[in-house]
């Protein structure tokens, strides 16, 4: 079992920058991914790494805005979030999954952390 705690949510104006980090309990070689879920509206998928960081795939929407990592040694992940725009604004979930062919499949998921943008 893996727990994952994500951080690093807030509050911030349009055109600007937040860094979200996602760090599991415990060691693995799985992928993670980032999803969001804006009110009213299905979860849906944003970004995600492949467990050594060698691929990363990324929603039409962030694509050239959003660029996610990961530090193995720290166990965590980081969605860095630039030029964010009102869409933007959900709760972020991570979650994990043996590759990053299943992450839409995610077996771990973390609580969320709210972002807000502001127009």
């Known amino acids: 079992q893996v727990q994952l705690v994500e951080s690093g949510g807030g509050l911030v104006q349009a055109g600007g920058s937040l860094r979200l980090s996602c760090a599991a309990s415990?060691?693995?070689?799985?992928?993670t991914g980032w999803f969001r879920q804006a009110p009213g509206k299905e979860r849906e998928f944003v970004a995600a790494?492949?467990?050594?960081?060698?691929?990363?795939v990324y929603a039409d929407s962030v694509k050239d805005r959003f660029t996610m990592s990961r530090d193995n040694a720290k166990d965590t992940v980081y969605l860095q979030m630039n030029s964010l725009k009102p869409e933007d604004t959900a709760v972020y979930y991570c979650?994990?999954?043996?590759?990053?062919?299943?992450?839409?499949?995610?077996?771990?998921w973390g609580q969320g952390t709210q972002v807000t943008v502001s127009s």
């Open positions: 790494i492949s467990w050594n960081g060698g691929n990363t």
């Open positions: 979650a994990a999954a043996p590759g990053l062919a299943t992450i839409r499949m995610a077996t771990w």
């Open positions: 415990r060691r693995t070689s799985y992928a």
